[in-house]
């Protein structure tokens, strides 16, 4: 997942990237099936370079890098070492040709018009300055290049991701979420995207809506939402008392979830497509 310096740097760097690599195989089992929307934006066994924006432990690398088998190359870049060391050891063990970058996409020195293609699953949510860094991936990509994200919608839509939080509020200070502000839902408006796109030289933008059904395994949901989320933020400094209140709390609100050894949730989010602008190219 790719984030800004400072205080989303410094999470992704350490607890949040750590926990991350920890639940790898519960998200990537989570988000399967969000994978085809991203795969199947990359044409299969074709000669073609591509970008996985925030790529997190390499799921969706990894999975590109199998579509376009050996005549293609897939690279990955995430701000949070412990992802991206995760990412190359698992492509090393799965024997996946894929590259890793650590770095921040919105400044990092690609090379210039080399990506025929660049993806995202919920990775580029997190810029400090969003039109900077689709600037810096339009410099990065070809002149036919694709673009191809997977965005949350609003958190209204997606009632899910903030259960924990709402269950909780009434026991703990947690960290406030900035409507607008760089974070899981600051792609929300639709609006908003096609303006930042459009301002960073891409075009033919089109973004429209997906309900994807997400499933992970019942045992896992405590350790999901303690190690996940602004819960995650506070769970370490709570006294065992107040830590087994707030876990029977949040786990009873998760019940509408829970369908027998599964929870299940609906995860609403963008797909947006874009191409590289011919006015951007002539500059």
């Not at 990359?42 to 690398?61: E, F, I, M, W, Y």
């Not at 689709?134 to 609003?154: H, I, K, S």
């Amino acid at each position: 997942m790719d984030a800004t310096p400072g205080t989303y740097g410094d999470r992704w760097n350490g607890p949040g990237g750590h926990a991350w690599v920890e639940l790898q195989p519960v998200l990537d089992g989570m988000f399967r099936n969000i994978e085809p929307l991203l795969t199947d934006a990359v044409p299969a066994g074709q000669p073609r370079r591509v970008l996985d924006v925030g790529c997190g432990t390499g799921g969706v690398t990894l999975a590109v890098a199998r579509r376009l088998g050996p005549a293609g190359q897939c690279v990955g870049v995430d701000i949070s070492e412990p992802l991206v060391t995760a990412a190359r050891e698992r492509s090393e063990r799965e024997g996946t040709p894929a590259s890793f970058i650590h770095g921040d996409a919105q400044d990092h020195p690609f090379e210039p018009a080399v990506f025929d293609a660049v993806v995202s699953r919920f990775g580029v949510m997190f810029f400090g300055d969003s039109v900077k860094a689709f600037a810096n991936l339009r410099r990065a990509a070809t002149g036919d290049a694709r673009l191809r994200l997977v965005v949350w919608r609003g958190s209204e839509e997606n009632p899910f991701m903030t259960t924990a939080e709402r269950a909780a509020a009434p026991l703990l200070d947690l960290p406030v979420r900035s409507p607008g502000q760089p974070g899981q839902f600051a792609f929300a408006d639709a609006d908003k995207v096609r303006h930042i796109l459009a301002e960073s030289g891409w075009s033919g933008i089109d973004i429209r809506p997906a309900d994807v059904e997400c499933v992970l395994p019942e045992p896992e949901l405590e350790h999901y939402f303690t190690r996940l989320g602004p819960l995650s933020q506070v769970m370490d400094e709570l006294d065992a008392r107040t830590r087994r209140q707030v876990v029977e709390t949040v786990r009873a609100a998760f019940e509408t979830f829970v369908q027998g050894s599964d929870v299940r949730f609906t995860a609403a989010v963008w797909v947006v497509d874009a191409r590289v602008s011919s006015d951007s190219v002539a500059q």
